[in-house]
Every structure is written in structure tokens, then in C-alpha cells.
């Protein structure tokens, strides 16, 4: 990683573009076609019912590896399309391959981009999260994806399966209620150690069935079912008072970018609040490592 800092705002900026560089190289990918998404829209993979060649195997695992460490440090914006495609790891056949490739293709389209935190007086939590219901076609399993946003700056984002199948969009979109809300909880926790005073998080969801679940703790026959673990959202949010729920149109859902694979328009728009385009921010004075 690179850590540079900005004079005129004293902002840092983290960036990867030199490892980035580095695997583009690797798997030859350093001259192919760029492409707008990480994964064409709606793209829908299948898990192979043969088995693949070690070789195959070994290249996909290998590509899969590589993208998920530039994934997990500052690259945001590709979170779900890594995590669904190393999905098919132990068996993946061409087409897997191919796409996973595609997603160099995003990522060589968008080199300079790193992850901007800004410099304020005010500390600021606020978290976004949203759960696509029976999106795998393979199990019917949902979505689950979440970032926290510290000072307009993501510090932490998830996406991935869920382990049990959703009923309902409801009960998709209230069990990643629960997943964001330890991730929140462990975060404020971490602050507060270090004697920063944060008030409670608000927590934005587009699904108004999940946050009524949430805000009242009354059993319902279609909820009984649902496994105790993901009652704690109603902790953080009655007893604790450590999470604000708050309503969001679908549209401005950020966490939308975490769960499915979404078209051009859309997505970049989301990115927009994810990554900080490194070529701009040089261009605004000389960034200092």
C-alpha cells in the first residue's frame, strides 16, 4: 500500500496501483480491453457440475488470490464481484475464468483510484446496508452487503452469502441488519477506547418490513422461525440505543454496490462514495507520501 497525503486538505489517500500494476502484469492482462462494471450486469454465474482441471483450478484460485488482497485494502468498489466468483474456487470451469478476468479489465479502466479519508473536526459513523433475497440460483441462498462509513470515508464493507435461506426479502434484508450492526458495534467500541465520543450510528436500509422487526420486539408467527442470533439488531436499537434505523430509497442505497452486479449508471454512481480518483486529487496539489 501507498499512503500519501494531500497538503491542501490534509487528507490521506491509501492506494494499492503499484501491486495492482504488479498482477495485471502477472496474468498478462497489462494491454486487454477496458471495461465500466467488475462484472457485467446481471451476470448471473453457475456452479460447474464436472470437475476442473488442476491446472484450471490452481490459474482461477491464483487470479481469485491476487484480487482479493487489492479487494480487501482499499478497493472497495470490486468487493462483490470477487467474493461471488471465488464462490466457484473448487471447481471453476472457463466461463468462471473468463469473468474473472473481466474483472481486471474493470480495474485496469480505473488504476488511479484509492480510498480518500478526509480531515474534519467532527467525527461522523454512518452505515449503509442492503441483502439481495434468493439471488443464488444455485442454493437460493441471499446477499448480504454492508459499509461503515467513518467521516464519509468507508473503513469497512462486506459482501457475502448468507448461511441460511431468507423466507422472505424481509427476513434477507433483517438478518444483514444484524451482520452491519456487530460490524457497528465493534467499531464504535474501538473509538470509544480511544476516548472519542461517538453518538448513536445510523444505520440506512431501503426494506421498511426489516426496520419495523427491528423497532418492535413483538413475535410474529412469520418471525419465530428466524434464528435467535439475528435478534440483535433489536438489542442495538431498543436496549442499547447504539444504532439509529433510518429509511432510504432503493436508489440511494449505497450498499446496493455490494450485493449484485449492477449496470454502468448505477454503479458508478455508488463508486463515486467508495474510491477517490488519485488522478483528480493529484491535479488539486503535489500528493506527499
Known sequence: MKIQRNPLTGSLIVDQVEYLDKILKRFDMQDCNPANTPLPEKYDPVASMGESTPKLR?????????????????????????????QFSASPTEDHLNHAKYIFRYLRANRECGIEFKRDTLLRVEGYVDADWASDRNDRKSCTGFTVLFNTSPVSWVSRKQKTVATS?????????????????????????????????????????????????????????????????RECVQERKVILLRHISTDKQLADVFTKALGKVKFQGFKSFLVANLTRLKSGGVLRK
Not at 451482520?179 to 474501538?190: F, M, T, V
Not at 421498511?208 to 413475535?219: H, K, T, V, W, Y
Open 169 to 233: 426479502a424481509t427476513e434477507a434484508e433483517y438478518m444483514a441488519l444484524s451482520d452491519a450492526a456487530k460490524q457497528i458495534c465493534w467499531i464504535k467500541s474501538l473509538l470509544e477506547e480511544l476516548s472519542f465520543d461517538i453518538p448513536p450510528v445510523v444505520l440506512y436500509e431501503d426494506n421498511m418490513g426489516s426496520i419495523f422487526l427491528a423497532q418492535n420486539p413483538a413475535q410474529e408467527r412469520r418471525t419465530k422461525h428466524i434464528d435467535i442470533r439475528h435478534h440483535f439488531i
Open 58 to 86: 490452481s490459474q482461477y484460485q491464483s487470479v481469485i488470490g491476487s484480487l482479493l488482497y487489492l479487494m480487501l485494502g482499499t478497493r472497495p468498489d470490486i468487493a462483490f464481484a470477487v467474493i461471488k466468483m471465488s
